[in-house]
């Protein structure tokens, strides 16, 4: 089914001002009809799409051609909530989590091999030290002999966080695999499916899962359980406890982060130090961005953090719901719940768009865990399910265009203090959501299809290659 076609015909009705059902009587078929139609789950004939032709005035080729822009992604089935949420070291999921995962993926079908020899490329080579890529492979490999070499002029390569692992005996290469860090810590081999996300979500776009949720009057969390199991609310558990553990950690830590770069943790500060004449607006402020910086300094310290849905944005969606948690009493079952609201939108972006700073840049590490916050925080204000849409759909859009240009590759400036500054942004959207989104006119499946396509337009050197912005300015 083509994408573009449902989101044009969405469009196009808006435009016109039109109900589903005004403009059904039009063409003589059911407001159910072209809600499907909308939804991606059917398409018009061809006497219905002369008709719609007819009716926007748009030549029938524009309206039907399934033309897709080199860089629009297809959509996908997603993969397990487990894949998204991932509780490990810092600092950064697609630079540590991923290569480790790929080292021992290796590592485990190759014990019999003297050597090995392991190259990166793009954004691996050129920001993982700051990133710390060769000390996560260095771990896996450290029983065994082997030589790191980081690749920056290799520029024919499929993804920009690539690998290549060689297994070596008797001084000769007898394997090797080539290894995409696809972002959040995930990986796909090539020519292999091992180490992959295995899809288990029976819908491609929120927009069909908007239209399944409706028939079958059932709220998010109600669905991801139904995929996945009733073994996801344990599991959500471990993720929350894992976050609050990293925002109580990041308090109480003092002094200087690693890298070199003498920036100094600030959230014990922020936690602590009262304005002198502190609103309930200046508190709000500051106790989100405390955690918010507690998580993205443990995060930047090498600490366990939890991909939200990366490590360098992890600290986004902790930091709202804790102060919600605090706030207003909410349990630990209803932060679960809208954890599972949140991951599924942070499945969807990671699926049809993509949750890695090196092929999109910020917008799609910070921009996604503001997405996922501002739906996490919906869902807890027992929202309809417009307004969680267009809480998400609020919270990206303004984030299109945002780049990565971490200071020296380390996860640090500007990193930390976006997380904050994101985190704050989830509120601002979800209150936006809370009055407007019947007016709204851009959803969320349109809004990360064009996140894409920005960030594929978007110069290398703002996809965290450290070559442009802050990182090459900063003396
Ligand atoms: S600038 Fe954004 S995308 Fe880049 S490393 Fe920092 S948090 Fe990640």
């Known amino acids: 089914m083509d994408n573009n076609f449902s989101a044009k015909l969405l469009k196009l009705r808006r435009e016109a001002k039109l109900s589903q059902k005004q403009l059904g009587a039009l063409i003589g078929v059911t407001d159910r009809a072209v809600s499907k139609w909308e939804c991606g789950l059917s398409r018009p004939g061809l006497e219905a799409c002369i008709a719609l032709a007819g009716i926007f005035k748009v030549p029938l080729d524009e309206l039907i051609a399934g033309e897709k822009k080199k860089d629009t992604k297809e959509r996908s089935a997603m993969a397990s909530l487990r894949e998204l949420y991932r509780m490990g070291p810092g600092p950064s999921s697609s630079h540590t989590i991923a290569p480790a995962r790929a080292s021992r993926l290796f590592l485990e079908k190759h014990t019999d091999a003297e050597e090995f020899k392991i190259i990166l490329y793009g954004s691996l080579a050129k920001t993982g030290y ?14 065994y002999p082997h030589k790191i070499e980081l690749d920056y002029l290799t520029t024919d390569i499929k993804h920009p966080n690539t690998m290549d692992f060689f297994a070596i005996k008797n001084g000769e290469i007898y394997d090797s695999l080539r290894v995409y860090s696809t972002g959040g810590g995930a990986i796909e ?6 180490g992959g996300d295995k899809p288990i979500y029976p819908h491609k776009s929120f927009g069909e899962i908007l239209c399944y949720l409706k028939e079958n009057k059932m709220t998010i ?3 991801v359980e139904m995929v996945e199991g009733k073994e996801i609310w344990d599991f959500l558990g471990k993720v929350w406890t894992a976050m609050k553990d990293s925002i109580e950690r990041g308090l109480s830590a003092d002094g200087v982060l690693p890298g070199g770069l003498d920036v100094h943790r600030k959230a014990k500060t922020l936690f602590t130090r009262r304005h002198m004449d502190e609103t309930a607006e200046t508190r709000e402020n500051r106790m989100v961005c405390s955690f918010a910086y507690a998580v993205s300094e443990e995060n930047a310290a090498g600490g366990e953090v939890v991909t939200a849905p990366t490590c360098g944005a992890s600290g986004v969606l902790p930091a709202v719901l804790k102060y919600q948690q605090e706030k207003r009493g909410f349990s630990d079952k209803e932060i679960c719940r809208a954890l599972a609201t949140a991951g599924l939108f942070g499945n969807l972006i990671k699926t049809n768009a993509s949750i890695s700073g090196a092929e999109c840049g910020c917008q799609a590490e910070i921009g996604s865990a503001c997405s996922m916050g501002a739906a996490a925080l919906a869902e807890l204000f027992g929202m309809d399910l417009e307004q969680i849409e267009y809480a998400a759909e609020v919270a990206m859009e303004h984030h299109l265009g945002l780049t990565c240009d971490p200071i020296r590759g380390l996860v640090q400036i500007p990193c930390i203090e976006r997380n904050a500054v994101g985190a704050m942004r989830s509120i601002q959207a979800v209150n936006l959501a809370n009055f407007l989104s019947d007016t709204r006119k851009i959803s969320f499946d349109l809004v990360i299809q064009t996140m894409y396509e920005t960030g594929r337009d978007m110069s290398k050197i703002y996809r965290e290659t450290a070559e442009g912005g802050l990182a090459k300015l900063y003396q």
């Open 221 to 223: 969390p109600d669905y």
């Open 130 to 143: 700051g990133h710390g890529t060769e000390k996560a492979i260095k771990g896996v490999f450290a029983k």
């Open 189 to 194: 081999a090539e020519g292999s499916t091992d």
